[in-house]
């Protein structure tokens, strides 16, 4: 992969459709990742677009507009995320991998999309300032070409600075490659950081026992849920049956700093949440589903 390091992409204009398609848009809506956590806090990352301190749900229309549910505050059924949502961006069909992190090391939740004509992955960094549902002001940033050699991508903090890496599965194998963040909103070279993920249909990472390292999680494709322990070889079992979900991601529900599983139920569309339950232990980590969103069939990325 080449020129890795940061650097200032000409700027698209987001009212504009970028022209190129989606690939395997269902892998897509299961790939996309990310929640909301304490500025700088080793391990977790941050989806608060609104700057209220609560991470918000955000999807991707069928029509490539890029929409934010602002958190209502509280952990509350459908009530959770508000209506109607803000438009922060259109034209983002052009991209077939998503993500809501801070990359640029401000603090913000930056929007991160790769470009699967150019091979692209850009950062659209957050203004600071949520501007009437229009924080992306700011110029977009390159981290280089190169990235369609992986087929999964994770935006998080692996490392424990408090600034998101980028963590990306190569194509054709099961080895997960780690991009650290130099702090300064670049990337470095990349090295490699787990192995034993080659038919995962699904890949993300959440701090689940709070130790500042998050756990790795994936589907197989038998729909067993499960995790790799802090980096290392032990896994855990965490939810079984999950072929039914066509959409998966994670998301801070209350505010506490801890992640849930949040899917879509493939045929109703519905979007529920399975609440992390304070601790990491198998197959009770997650609580019983609680609808979010009902009949969500007009979105086809969920952050």
């Known amino acids: 992969m080449s ?30 990742p990310h929640a909301v956590a304490q500025d700088g806090e080793p391990g977790k990352r941050t989806r608060d677009m609104t700057l209220d301190g609560f991470g918000d749900l955000i999807a991707r229309h069928n029509n490539g507009n890029l929409l934010v549910y602002p958190h209502s505050g509280q952990f509350d ?10 438009t922060i961006g259109e034209g983002w069909n052009g991209y077939d991998w998503l993500g809501v992190a801070d990359v640029t090391g401000d603090g913000n939740a930056d929007a991160i999309g790769r470009n699967p004509q150019t091979s692209e992955l850009v950062a659209f960094p957050h203004s600071g300032d949520w501007n009437d549902g229009n924080p992306l002001g700011q110029e977009p940033v390159s981290f280089g070409f190169g990235w369609n050699g992986l087929n999964r991508l994770v935006f998080q903090d692996f490392t424990g600075d408090g600034v998101a890496d980028v963590a990306g599965r190569v194509a054709g194998t099961g080895q997960i490659q780690l991009y650290s963040n130099n702090g300064e909103g670049g990337l470095e070279a990349p090295s490699p950081y787990a192995d034993g993920f080659p038919n995962s249909t699904w890949i993300e990472a959440a701090d689940l026992n709070g130790n500042g390292t ?7 494709p038998n729909g067993v849920v499960w995790a790799q322990v802090d980096g290392s070889s032990r896994v855990v079992t965490l939810e079984r049956g999950w072929n039914q979900y066509n959409a998966i991601t994670m998301k801070d529900l209350d505010g ?28 009770n980590t997650f609580g019983d589903p609680v609808r979010l969103k009902p009949n969500w069939n007009h979105v086809s990325v969920i952050i």
Do not use: I, M, W
Request: net charge positive; charged share 20%; proline share 7%.
């Open 3 to 32: 020129n890795t390091h940061r650097s200032r992409s000409r700027r698209p204009k987001l009212s504009r459709v970028l022209g190129c398609c989606v690939a395997a848009l269902a892998t897509v809506a299961l790939a996309a």
């Open 77 to 86: 059924g459908e009530n959770t995320f508000t209506e109607p949502p803000a």
């Open 256 to 283: 506490g700093g801890v992640e849930s599983l949040v899917a879509r139920v493939a045929g109703s569309n519905d979007v529920v949440a399975f609440p992390y339950q304070g601790t990491l232990d198998g197959e």
């Open 214 to 220: 998050p756990e790795l999680l994936a589907r197989g």
